[in-house]
């Protein structure tokens, strides 16, 4: 993802990100779902001037354009640490709760408070950081793998042991595996 606050053009190529990435299917909207990005007070203003909102909430708004399927751009203007941030995420709004989730899991991303993090949370935490080239959802999977199931589902790749790597659900990871994840996370903000 992005380190740091996107300036405009940033945060225009972010949005777009998935759309020339080898097997994701950026109109299913799910490569999108969970990830968040920061950017300035001008681009949440910008941006909530730029269509009428489908939704808007004390410190949040969401685009009435959708992204791919039921995933819009969410935008949260959060008080962190007795500082104004704004924020952009993409949320998939079959689940109603996830504008509400994702502000959670980036103030808990944020202040490094994970011990309060729901399992959701810390998923979405753990989608959001992790680089593309190191998760997916499975398209055209040949039922023979055990995949075809799973399409359209978030994958990872995680340790499998030794020196090999393996892709799992998103949703499967143990508790052990999000605190490792986590804990790298935290490693690096130090």
Not at 69 to 91: K, L, Q, Y
Not at 100 to 128: P, Q, V
Not at 159 to 170: E, I, Q, S, T, V
Request: proline content about 5%; overall charge neutral.
């Amino acid at each position: 993802m992005l380190d740091g606050v996107a300036t405009r053009e940033q945060m225009f190529q972010l949005f777009s990100r998935h759309k020339d990435t080898p097997g994701i299917d950026p109109n299913s909207g799910t490569p999108y779902s969970g990830e968040w990005f920061e950017i300035t007070a001008s681009e949440y203003h910008f941006m909530l001037g730029l269509l009428p909102p489908l939704f808007m909430r004390t410190g949040m708004f969401g685009m009435s354009e959708y992204k791919a399927g039921n995933v819009t751009s969410v935008f949260f203007a959060i008080r962190i640490r007795r500082r104004e941030r704004w924020f952009h995420g993409f949320c998939d709004l079959t689940d109603r709760q996830s504008p509400d989730k994702m502000r959670a899991a980036i103030i808990a991303h944020e202040t490094g408070a994970s011990d309060s993090m729901t399992r959701s949370e810390k998923l979405e935490a753990i989608w959001n950081i992790t680089p593309v080239e190191l998760k997916g959802t499975p398209r055209n999977a040949d039922p023979e793998t055990g995949w075809a199931e799973h399409r359209g589902k978030r994958t990872i790749l995680v340790n499998a042991g030794r020196h090999d790597a393996a892709f799992k659900l998103l949703d499967d990871l143990s508790d052990l595996e999000i605190d490792e994840f986590l804990s790298k996370v935290r490693l690096r903000r130090s």
